[in-house]
């Protein structure tokens, strides 16, 4: 079956540090690879997606993410981190039947 | 463009009792997706519909069930609350066809607190 493992529950950072935001999955075909955002009280807004090509993809506010097939992984980075990024991250594979597979979440704290 | 709009945005509600929540997809989306979220959890697919017809479920009980009208508004039911449904409700649209159908735009959600 489908899922998704976010292994970090609770990350903290230093303001101005590189963020690394760590998604593992379990999924037979190729797949479609998401990262949201979600702020207290608030919906999920998409940060960026991968479907096929470059395994590297931008996103926005300064976001990135590299798909990396033999690791099974779809790794979120971001060389300097702003207090404002304090949010929950949640990792999401997406099936072609569109149905989507989301992780536990990742807690980000940014300390100034 | 409007975004994904939900309603209301908190219900309270009595085990046992039947409740309707509310989606309007974004301009131009044909697709809508619920997902329920406990606290502190990842969003749980409850079921997607296209075309006013359901296109796939999650592992969901019968007593959630759902609609799309023409508008591609949605509705989701759910009979016989349970305190475990006490849950953050998200609809999400897209745009079935194309390279575009994976990208799912989530309203701000439902809390539903049954007790």
């Known amino acids: 079956a489908q899922s998704v493992t976010q292994p970090d529950i609770h990350i903290t950072v230093s303001e101005g540090a590189s963020l690394e935001l760590r998604c593992n999955y379990s999924?037979?075909?190729?797949?479609?690879l998401f990262w949201y955002v979600q702020s207290p009280g608030q919906g999920l807004q998409l940060l960026l997606k991968?479907?096929?090509?470059?395994?590297l993809v931008q996103g926005i506010k300064g976001f990135e993410a590299e798909f990396k097939r033999s690791q099974s992984s779809f790794n979120l980075r971001k060389p300097s981190v702003h207090w404002s990024d304090a949010a929950e991250y949640f990792c999401?594979?997406?099936?072609?039947?569109?149905?989507?597979?989301f992780g536990t979440g990742t807690s980000l704290t940014v300390i100034p | 463009e409007t975004g994904v709009t939900q309603s209301p945005t908190h219900l309270i509600k009595t085990r046992g009792q039947q409740v309707t929540l509310r989606c309007s997809s974004q301009?131009?989306?044909?697709?809508v997706s619920w997902y329920q979220q406990a606290l502190g959890q990842g969003p749980q697919f409850i079921f997607q519909?296209?075309?006013?017809?359901?296109?796939g479920r999650g592992n969901f009980p019968p007593r959630f069930s759902g609609l799309q009208f023409p508008n591609y508004s949605s509705e989701l039911n759910v009979n016989a609350l349970e305190l475990d449904d006490s849950a953050l409700y998200l609809c999400?649209?897209?745009?079935?066809?194309?390279?575009?159908?994976?990208?799912?735009?989530f309203g701000p959600g439902t809390r539903l607190t049954v007790t």
């Open positions: 999400a649209s897209s745009l079935q066809g194309g390279s575009r159908s994976y990208e799912q735009y």
């Open positions: 999924y037979g075909a190729t797949p479609y």
């Open positions: 991968y479907f096929s090509g470059d395994t």
């Open positions: 999401a594979v997406g099936e072609r039947s569109g149905q989507f597979y």
């Open positions: 301009s131009g989306h044909n697709t």
């Open positions: 519909y296209y075309r006013e017809e359901e296109n």
